[in-house]
């Protein structure tokens, strides 16, 4: 007997308290991610709509268009 516990409900308790653990690491890592990606796809829209991030931030000329790429067909 480990701390009143027997040895299959200590094994039980401890597998448990590692999913829990691991759980609680991958959401707490998303948790900074997500802001990051929505400040990112923000920018994105912001340059492409002529914003260029400088201070302070204002619009600018409208940006040369990019050249498209063209796949010969064949």
């Known amino acids: ?3 009143g516990y027997g040895l ?11 999913v829990v653990g ?9 948790g900074s991610c997500i802001p990051l990606a929505a400040g990112a ?3 994105y ?3 492409k709509e002529g914003y260029r991030f400088q201070s302070p931030v ?3 000329e409208k940006p040369a268009p990019r050249a498209e790429m ?3 067909e064949g």
């Open 22 to 30: 691991s759980l609680a690491l991958v959401f707490g890592s998303l």
């Open 41 to 43: 796809a923000g920018g």
């Open 8 to 18: 299959s409900r200590m094994k039980k308790l401890m597998k448990g308290l590692v």
């Open 58 to 60: 204002k619009k600018g």
């Open 45 to 47: 829209f912001m340059h």
């Open 70 to 72: 063209v796949v010969p």
């Open 1 to 3: 007997m480990v701390l």
